[in-house]
């Protein structure tokens, strides 16, 4: 069974998003995945899907350092959007930043789900999806 339907992962490193796609082809944990390389895009994406329940991600992976919409204005963006979506979405920061500060600010959010910082290992990833096709 492929669960969720639907992934998104906004992140600017092609080759993180190439092998987590391939990840995904391979274990068949998706039916779908959405790729955006920066903030912006994925919350225009998310503002025209809204009201659209098959077509909303049912997890999120997030990137912190991207161009033109970083992942905190992405957050900032997302919770004014929330009240719109017609479903619960999760939300996981996956980045290479081991800042301190980044940390800390992640817990401002109470829409993250969990904090990663990577390398994420294929194990770990497709343990967070399946739990997610189970929520």
Not at 33 to 39: E, Q, R, T, V, Y
């Amino acid at each position: 069974m492929k669960s969720p339907s639907n992934i998104m992962l906004i992140d600017d490193d092609e080759i993180f998003t190439y092998i987590i796609k391939k990840i995904i082809e391979e274990s068949e944990i998706a039916e779908q995945i959405s790729i955006f390389s920066n903030g912006r895009d994925a919350i225009n994406y998310l503002t025209e899907v809204a009201e659209e329940e098959t077509l909303l991600p049912k997890v999120i992976f997030l990137d912190l350092n991207m161009p033109l919409l970083d992942g905190w204005g992405f957050l900032d963006e997302y919770i004014r959007l929330k009240p719109k979506m017609c479903k619960k979405i999760n939300l996981y920061v996956i980045t290479s930043s081991v800042s301190t500060y980044d940390h800390e600010k992640s817990k401002e959010y109470s829409d993250i789900t969990d904090f990663i910082v990577k390398p994420l290992a294929k194990e770990k990833f497709i343990s967070i999806v399946k739990k997610m096709s189970n929520g």
